[in-house]
């Protein structure tokens, strides 16, 4: 099983930017696929997710308005659009997959991507 995250890049305060995950090799029609992102020298947070069989997207507070998922577990696919990246939005951005409903505890997230890196700066 892997997760293939793209889409990271370096922008300015301000800008947008989507990132793209795709699982491969494991159907996540019955898992939610999540993104979470850990900037330098913190410890990594849950950003947004969307839930098992078309239960549900969430994304964390502090980026609400922002921050939205798309795509579709079916296809195994979970897209974060981001509008108005401040520069505290500056980090690396995981994929992350879990059999079960949405929860924010990294822990109980069984696969893991790579990692994208956001920079955001002036």
């Known amino acids: 099983v892997r997760l293939l995250e793209s889409g990271g890049g370096s922008v300015q305060p301000g800008d947008s930017l989507r990132l793209s995950c795709e699982g491969i090799g494991r159907d996540f029609s019955r898992y939610t696929m999540a993104w979470f992102r850990q900037a330098p020298g913190k410890e990594r947070e849950f950003v947004a997710a969307?839930?098992?069989?078309?239960?549900?997207?969430n994304v964390t507070e502090s980026v609400k308005g922002l921050f939205s998922v798309s795509g579709d577990n079916n296809e195994n696919t979970l897209n974060l659009h981001m509008d108005g990246l401040k520069p505290e939005d500056t980090a690396a951005y995981y994929c992350?997959?879990?059999?079960?409903?949405?929860?924010?505890?990294?822990?109980?997230?069984?696969?893991w991507g790579q990692g994208t890196q956001v920079t955001v700066s002036s």
């Open positions: 992350a997959v879990r059999f079960g409903p949405i929860i924010y505890t990294d822990s109980r997230y069984i696969y």
């Open positions: 969307s839930g098992w069989s078309g239960t549900g997207t």
